[in-house]
Structure formats: C-alpha cells, structure tokens
Nanobody, 124 residues
Framework: QVQLVESGGGLVQSGGSLRLSCAAS????????MGWFRQAPGKERDFVAA????????YYADSVKGRFTISRDNTKNTVYLQMNCLTPEDTAVYYC?????????????????WGQGTQVTVSS
C-alpha cells in the first residue's frame, strides 16, 4: 500500500510558475514509477508527465513539453512537478500516481495508487 499526498497548488498569474510535490509513504517508493495527471472541470483526467523508478527516464504530454519538469528524490520519497510559463489552460486539479513498474507509464489504468489532488488555478 502506498499513500500519496500532493501539495504546492494554488493561484498564479499567467506566465508564472508553481512547483508541485507529492510525498509518498508506505511501501518502498523506489519500486514505483510515478506520474502526474490533471483534470479540468468537465473534462477527463489527462496524462501530464511520468518518471521511471530511479528517475532515469521521463515522458511528457505534448501540451506541457518544454514547460514542465518531473523529477523525484527517492531519499525523500517525493516526486515533483515544476511548472513554468503557466497558462489558463493549465488550470486543473493535479494528481500524482504510483505504478508498480520500473518504466514510466502514461496510461492512467497502469497506476495503482492515487493522491487526493491539488488545485492549480492560472488567471489570465
């Protein structure tokens, strides 16, 4: 069992930055690939970024590539999402998730554990 708690969301102006954190507890964090997803009001949950179990490989949705960076610190059991050049289209609830996999995963169905989410609102 893995428990995930996101933090770092908030209100930011367009063009600004935020750094999300996801703290994990429970089973060995380094056994899991990690991902970030987001869900805007009235829309489906979409993939944002993923990282392999030791952080050697990452993958991004086209919509965030070049603006967002996913990273992890296995000594702190934490995964991060650095978000730069934010736009109102990035407004959503952001979720982190853990997958029992060494390789990164981009399909939400491959993830076993989810956090409660943190709201990110970007004003124009």
């Amino acid at each position: 069992q893995v428990q995930l708690v996101e933090s770092g969301g908030g209100l930011v102006q367009s063009g600004g930055s935020l750094r999300l954190s996801c703290a994990a507890s429970g089973r060995a964090f380094s056994d899991y690939a990690m991902g970030w997803f987001r869900q805007a009001p009235g829309k489906e949950r979409d993939f944002v970024a993923a990282i392999s179990w030791i952080g050697g490989s990452t993958y991004y949705a086209d919509s965030v590539k070049g603006r967002f960076t996913i990273s992890r610190d296995n000594t702190k059991n934490t995964v991060y999402l650095q978000m730069n050049c934010l736009t109102p289209e990035d407004t959503a609830v952001y979720y982190c998730a853990a997958a029992r996999s060494k390789r990164y995963r981009i399909d939400s169905r491959d993830y076993n554990y989810w956090g409660q989410g943190t709201q990110v609102t970007v004003s124009s």
